[in-house]
Every structure is written in C-alpha cells, then in structure tokens.
C-alpha cells in the first residue's frame, strides 16, 4: 500500500506526506513541472505540462491497495476501479456509492461554465479542513 497524491494544485500534499511518514507507508507525490516539490521522505514524480499528463501517469502507477489524493473525480473514478481508494483534499472519501453523483455535478457545472455561467471557486482552506482531512487520511490507513 502507498498514498499516492495528485499534487497539482492539492493544499494537503505536505499533510499526506506527514501521515505516510508517521505510518511508515510510502508516499509518491505526482506532478507537472510546472510545480517544484522537494522532499526528504516522498518520491516525487513530475511530468510534463499538458491537460491531464499528471492523472494519466497516477491512473497507470496505481494499484491494487493504494489510497489516492485527488480532488479530480475523474481520476479518483479510474483509480477505484483498480482496487485503489481515494480521498480528496477534505477528507470525503470516494467510493463507488457517490461516484456517480459526483461525476454527475462535475458535468453539470462543465455545461455550465461552457454555457458562460460563472462558477464560485473555492473559499479560503482552514485549519479545521486541514484536520478532517488528516482524520480521514489516518483512517484509510
């Protein structure tokens, strides 16, 4: 089992990283370059910048076992259908349960924003989401 983090983008890539090293699983940190990690513990992988080039590489290194860090549905979607699971950045873990319907929200909002309709990003992070995601992450494990 390894944890294995879409770090593009991802605000818990440096709390994924402290859970691993505190279980003493391994943690592979993905990337594109246009991110720079540094780390003493992790692999870090960085790939090149293109639409997607980061999920694609995590989707084929996934197996059987590992927990994903992704707030991609999409990925988190081809991920579990290897035997992995996945978690996003606020500690809601995915399963095939709420797959469909996350998917589904996704698409809508793309139609959406096509359309020309604006969508809200997302507010400031706390350090309460911080924590449920670390208890979350903690808890897969």
């Not at 870090?44 to 927990?67: C, K």
């Not at 500690?91 to 959406?112: E, P």
């Amino acid at each position: 089992m390894r944890i294995l983090v879409d770090a593009d983008g991802c605000p818990v890539t440096d709390i994924a990283e402290d859970v691993a090293r505190l279980h003493k699983t391994a943690c592979i940190i993905i990337c594109d370059s246009a991110h720079v990690f540094k780390s003493d513990y992790s692999k870090i992988i960085t790939t090149d910048i293109g639409t997607d080039s980061t999920d694609f590489t995590l989707a084929n290194m996934t197996e059987n076992g590992d927990i994903v860090v992704t707030q991609d549905y999409g990925l988190a979607a081809m991920c579990l259908a290897k035997g992995a699971r996945a978690i996003n950045q606020n500690g809601i873990i995915y399963s095939d349960r709420n797959m469909d319907a996350l998917l589904f929200t996704r698409h809508v909002g793309k139609k959406a924003r096509r359309a020309g309709f604006r969508t809200k990003g997302p507010k400031k992070r706390t350090a309460e989401q911080n924590e449920i995601f670390r208890k979350a992450l903690i808890s897969m494990l």
